[in-house]
């Protein structure tokens, strides 16, 4: 059987996260790829993208919508019908998007969660949906987004989780199976470090990191409270629409960074005494990428750290995303002996090697299958 020709896709390349990171180790997995996008901001997502060749949607002629993604979702379900595919097998890593590109091939779809702004939009937006304004704009999309998105995702031919979590949304939303593939962690500890402008200094006695968008499910706010009263600092490394909120309500032993690089990520990591984790991730990385620098981390018991985390081996974990409760695992994250070995063995099981066997394996089960 010859070798299958690959396309990988994903919503849109605007940002950086750990969905963007599982993207760019598809295309070291295939590098002759085509990357398909509905758009790509060169200036806000991974440098690394540079390197791809990227394939985007009608909208991505729209400076605004470059730079502000989440304005185009009435688009979106339109932009994401007219993205065509030649391929024989398109990868599409999705959050509600890219599921519904079409191709020529077989489509295999790399799910991080059924879209938010349908099944959990309070979750989304932080809040209950129906006391603000963008609340109310999804509720009256809902009905012919849903319609949308259902079509979609019966479109693949293979649908695969990244999570135990995702695949039981995945089954609630859609009424199938999915199999569940863990993502690969993003940052390698193999890497050159380089210290943060101005922070060097400021965190030489320790400090406790976050590394998160700024978004309002993912509890930032809640973490810089669990630090207000401890001697220790905060570092938090991320950007998002409550940069300002949050600047505003740190106190003097919190320092917010964003635009930050992997070699200056990986000097973070490098020196924290731990890592926080607040959010109900889909799957969440950050854990894994503390893990393979052997720090410990203080995680919300819920989604996918359920998947990443070792209670009592690689972390602890926390109950409610409250300060109260975040501030009592850090209490149990300085009482605890750990070892950074047995942290890094761990971490070790989520690496891309493995990551992109299983894909392999699924690749491989769907071109016999077709015949």
């Known amino acids: 059987m010859s070798t299958p ?54 909208l991505n002629r729209i400076r605004f919508l470059r730079t502000h993604h989440r304005a185009a979702l009435p688009l979106l379900a339109w932009a994401s019908s007219r993205v065509r595919v030649d391929a024989d097998v398109l990868v599409a890593s999705s959050s509600g998007w890219a599921h519904g590109f079409r191709t020529t091939g077989q489509k295999l779809v790399y799910c991080h969660s059924p879209a938010r702004w349908l ?3 309070d979750d989304y937006l932080g809040a209950d949906a129906h006391r603000s304004l963008i609340g109310w704009i999804l509720a009256a999309l809902t009905p012919a987004l849903s319609r949308w998105d259902k079509r979609a995702a019966a479109g693949a031919d293979r649908y695969l989780a990244n999570s135990t979590v995702i695949a039981e949304r995945i089954k609630n939303a859609y009424g199938f199976d999915a199999e569940v593939v863990f993502p690969p962690f993003g940052v390698s500890p193999d890497g ?69 690089g992997d070699r200056q990520l990986r000097w973070a990591y490098r020196h924290a005494r731990a890592v926080i984790a607040p959010s109900f991730e889909d799957f969440g990385l950050t854990p894994l990428e503390a893990g393979v620098f052997g720090k410990p981390v203080a995680a919300l018991r819920a989604g996918g750290y359920l998947d990443s985390v070792v209670e009592g081996r690689s972390g602890v974990f926390f109950d409610e995303a409250r300060a109260a409760d975040i501030a009592r695992a850090l209490d149990e994250i300085e009482a605890h002996d750990w070892d950074a070995d047995e942290i890094i063995d761990h971490a070790a099981g989520f690496g891309e090697a493995h990551f992109h066997a299983k894909l392999d394996a699924v690749i491989d089960e769907m071109m016999n299958e077709r015949g």
């Open 119 to 121: 099944y959990r939009r």
């Open 192 to 260: 050159l470090l380089e210290p943060l402008p101005d922070i060097e200094e400021w965190v030489a006695d320790g400090y406790y990191l976050v590394v998160s968008r700024l978004m309002p499910y993912k509890n930032v706010d809640q973490a810089i409270e669990a630090v207000r009263e401890r001697d220790h600092k905060l570092l938090i490394v991320g950007a998002g629409p409550l940069d300002a909120q949050l600047q505003a309500q740190a106190p003097g032993n919190v320092r917010i960074v964003s635009n930050v």
């Open 5 to 58: 020709r690959i396309a990988i896709a994903h919503d849109y390349i605007t940002q950086r996260g750990g969905a963007e990171r599982v993207v760019l180790a598809l295309t070291r997995m295939f590098p002759d790829a085509v990357l398909y996008t509905t758009l790509y901001n060169a200036e806000t997502t991974y440098p690394e993208f540079r390197d791809v060749t990227i394939v985007t949607s009608p």
